[in-house]
Each structure stands twice: as C-alpha cells, then as structure tokens.
T-cell receptor
C-alpha cells in the first residue's frame, strides 16, 4: 500500500485566496484525521471523520475552514479566504477499524503571504 | 488543562544513557496510548503503543502506563544520536469513534 497520500506537498498562496488540500487515506481505513502543526501550538486536531461522517470538528479554527469526505478514499480541507496565520504544515492521517494507530501522510506545507 | 501534556524540553542525554519521556492525560476513559517519533521536516511515525497498565518493551524502547495516575512514559535505553527527534505522546479517546489527541512533543537531543 502506498500509505496516506497528500497533495500538494507545498503550497504558497496570497492572502485572500482559496486553498484546497487533498488526502487519500489507506485503503480499508475508516477513520480520517486532519491535523495542523505549528511551532507554537504543536499538532492540533482540526476534524476527524469515521466512515465518511464528520464526528468532531471542534478543532476547526474558524468558518473559513471546511472539510469534506465524499467517499472512503478521498477528503479535502479547504480554507477560504486564507490568511498569513494559516501558514503551517497540515497533516492527514488514517486508521483502521481494528486499531487506533494512525498513519500519517507526508504533509502539506502551506505558506500564505 | 490541556488534554495531553508533555514537557517540551529539550531533553539532552549523552550517547548510551537512558532517556525518559513523560506524558499526562486528562480523559480517564482513554483506552489506547501511543508514542510517535518525528524527525525535523518529516511526518510522525509510530514507535510504540500500549493499552494495559504496566510496561511494554520493544527493543530499546519501553512504554509504561499508569491509568490511575493518568500517566504514560517512554524509556529509551542505550540512546543513540539517531534517536534525536521530537517524541509525541498521543491518546485515543473513549469509545470506538474517539479522537486521537497529541501532546506538544518533547525534543530529545542525544549527544555523542
């Protein structure tokens, strides 16, 4: 298995633009997590899905952030409009129904200028 | 109170010594506990998990869990410079759809 696949790996955008991050979880995994990592705040859970249903989005910082999981093999995290303080590394992770162990993608480094 | 707390460090130990990393958590219903290692610029990777009270050993790594004290630790024996990284404690919340929450991470530096 190729593991969790995220795209793009790097994104540089101007303030006010829409940004869409993509994630393909490991096949057979039924939980998907979106995290944001910064030096100041560490690895923060933004939202997680179970069987494609959002279970807890209490970590989503503002209405500018939205996430979808239209099917078991794809999820998006959208920021509209983006702001410089959104600059961070965004990780997607997935886990199977048989273990709580989460496997991480390579991350997307987002820079908003 | 943060859900998962770790000392951010850095923790500096000489090569060959034992490194001890600690973590406390707030959700008493938590069932699963994990230690991840993250090298600079890389994604977190799992190194140990523990579900029951007591010790669990895997090579040079030992995870310790005390649910009564809501405390998890990781011991690294015979520390190597290649162990220098940030170690993240993660706790899986109650129930089958519980969320996975990470601590801030402890930076470990192993000096040759």
């Amino acid at each position: 298995d190729a593991g969790v696949i995220q795209s793009p790996r790097h994104e540089v955008t101007e303030m006010g633009q829409e940004v869409t991050l993509r994630c393909k979880p490991i096949s057979g995994h039924n939980s998907l997590f979106w995290y944001r990592q910064t030096m100041m705040r560490g690895l923060e859970l933004l939202i997680y899905f179970n069987n494609n249903v959002p279970i807890d989005d209490s970590g989503m910082p503002e209405d500018r952030f939205s996430a979808k999981m239209p099917n078991a093999s794809f999820s998006t995290l959208k920021i509209q409009p983006s702001e410089p303080r959104d600059s961070a590394v965004y990780f997607c992770a997935s886990s199977s129904p048989f273990s709580a162990e989460a496997f991480f993608g390579q991350g997307t480094r987002l820079t908003v200028v | 109170q943060k859900e998962v707390e770790q000392n951010s460090g850095p923790l500096s130990v000489p090569e060959g010594a034992i490194a001890s990393l600690n973590c406390t958590y707030s959700d008493r219903g938590s069932q699963s506990f994990f230690w991840y290692r993250q090298y600079s610029g890389k994604s977190p990777e799992l190194i140990m998990f523990i579900y029951s009270n007591g010790d669990k050993e895997d090579g040079r790594f030992t995870a310790q869990l005390n649910k009564a004290s809501q405390y998890v630790s990781l011991l690294i024996r015979d520390s190597q410079p290649s162990d220098s990284a940030t170690y993240l404690c993660a706790v899986h919340g109650s129930g089958n759809t519980g969320k996975l929450i990470f601590g801030q991470g402890t930076t470990l530096q192993v000096k040759p």
